[in-house]
């Protein structure tokens, strides 16, 4: 049976011009997929995203931490809310309310991982609310692993210590994150890591996406001096 | 306990213990120990080639008498188990007194060691051979129809464990050289963060700069970026109208 799965997925990815994420999105019945990896328990860049909604739903875990790929790559197992707007469970409150005003009804995250390696999740949404079918759930676990075996494949041919070139094409890694960390480490005179902080708590603190903020301070719209962060921009 | 029993009882431990973290070692020594209780054999050991079709090693053994007599097997470069795995088909020996020449060295060893006929079964995976079992007796004989179907199937069970243990290792590896490409990258964007900001620079501008120093003193682009964020190298260092 999954052997099955997986065949059809990989005829679907010889035939598919596109990314891993439409496939995924396609075989799943879904409205739209992203494939996140995760370096430590954060969400490290995007490999891909199908719409501006999944790109969205991987953004705000980026920024905020907290979302169905973080739990599903924390907690190394799928983690399903069919009904977004009336949870089974409390939790991801920053994350939810963005993600329903785009339209998102049904999130799910199935974490990528080869045997013990974990590199990520992959993303699923609806935009209506409902239990992924038996099928759905079948498919999305193969998906999961032919993503993460894609992605380990990508890498291989990469030259050491870079990026593959397909990652580097098809993904979001965020670099302008990391840019602005090291200029307003610089204007704060604080490590890079402390700068990332001030940089998270301002986007949180002014509902705005991290990477917005990022741009920003990279295009030296918005400035960190210690003691109030004044946007210049306006 | 009648065979048959053993043998499926044999193989649902063996398809247990399959799981995500299995010591392949321990695995494959359980397997020997069961062929010698399952099969009408006195002795049983695999030898497997390192990836990438290298030389064979043993892996595992029944007992000490047999380990010695694999690596003879290995040291001589001959003898049941080499040429199984080369030909990638079983080689079935009934009497080890009348092999004629084909083992001239391990022959008689073997014979001194106790043994009077010498089985090796491939492991092997569609085309690819990456080792194989020995079964050795200490009577003369033909191994039946059974106990080879029997030992080959064990023989594929370890085959399994092998690649799929492979496998996971190569994915391992795999993915600490994305998160260190990843962490690289990172670092290098910062490093333009930092020099853009001291510098009054643009991005383009902060990564031309970064590379330059990296190239005439001949330092690593990655170590140069680390060596920005920490402050041990000045902005102004990198000023290729300041820098000497």
């Known amino acids: 049976m999954a052997v099955d799965r997986r065949l059809r997925i990989l005829s679907e990815l010889d035939r598919a011009t596109g990314t891993l994420c439409e496939v995924g999105a396609r075989v799943t019945e879904m409205s739209g997929a992203g494939i996140m990896l995760m370096s430590g328990d954060l969400p490290s860049g995007s490999v891909c995203t199908t719409n501006d909604v999944s790109a969205l739903i991987e953004e705000l875990q980026y920024s905020l931490g907290e979302g169905p790929c973080v739990d599903a790559y924390n907690q190394k197992r799928p983690v399903l809310e069919p009904d977004l707007a009336n949870p089974s469970e409390s939790r991801w409150p920053a994350f939810t309310a963005p993600v329903l005003e785009a339209g998102v009804r049904a999130v799910f995250g199935f974490p990528l991982q080869v045997g013990t390696v974990r590199l990520g999740a992959l993303n699923l949404y609806r935009d209506r609310s409902g239990p992924l079918g038996e099928d759905q759930h079948a498919d999305a676990l193969v998906m999961a692993g032919v993503a993460a075996q894609a992605v380990l494949a990508m890498q291989a041919g990469a030259p050491p210590g870079e990026l593959a070139a397909e990652l580097e094409a098809g993904g979001d890694f965020r670099y302008v994150v990391h840019q602005a960390s090291g200029m307003v480490a610089a204007q704060l005179h604080v490590t890079v890591g402390v700068a990332l902080i001030r940089l998270r708590a301002y986007a949180f603190a002014n509902d705005r996406p991290l990477s917005q903020v990022a741009e920003d301070v990279v295009s030296r719209k918005l400035r960190f001096d210690g003691h109030e962060d004044r946007d210049l921009g306006a | ?244």
């Open chain 2, 1 to 244: 306990m009648p065979r048959e029993a053993l043998l499926v009882e044999t193989m649902v431990e063996l398809a247990d213990t399959l799981v995500d973290d299995f010591d392949v070692v321990e695995l494959l020594t359980r397997l020997a120990d069961r062929c010698v209780e399952v099969l009408d054999v006195s002795a049983a050991g695999l030898m497997v080639a390192r990836p990438g079709g290298g030389e064979l090693q043993v892996v595992a053994s029944s007992s000490d008498a047999m380990r010695v007599l694999e690596l003879f097997e290995l040291q001589a470069e001959e003898g049941p188990c080499p040429d199984c795995y080369h030909t990638g088909e079983p080689v079935l020996n009934e009497n080890l007194a009348t092999v004629d020449g084909r083992w001239p060295r391990f022959a008689p060893h073997a014979l001194e060691a106790g043994f009077r006929s010498v089985h090796a079964l491939p492991m092997r995976l569609r085309r690819q051979t990456i080792g194989a079992l020995n079964l050795f007796r200490e009577a003369e004989g033909g191994l039946d129809e059974a106990d080879v179907h029997a030992g080959q199937a064990l023989a594929d069970i370890a085959t399994i464990a092998i690649l799929q243990q492979r496998a996971a290792a190569d994915a391992r590896v795999l993915n600490e050289q994305l998160s260190q490409a990843l962490n690289t990258r990172i670092v290098i964007e910062q490093a333009k963060g930092v020099l853009a900001e001291q510098a009054n620079l643009d991005m383009e501008q902060s990564f031309a700069r970064l590379r330059t120093y990296a190239r005439s003193h001949n330092i690593r682009l990655a170590d140069v970026a680390q060596r920005v964020i920490d402050g041990t190298l000045s902005a102004g260092s990198l000023d290729p109208g300041t820098n000497t």
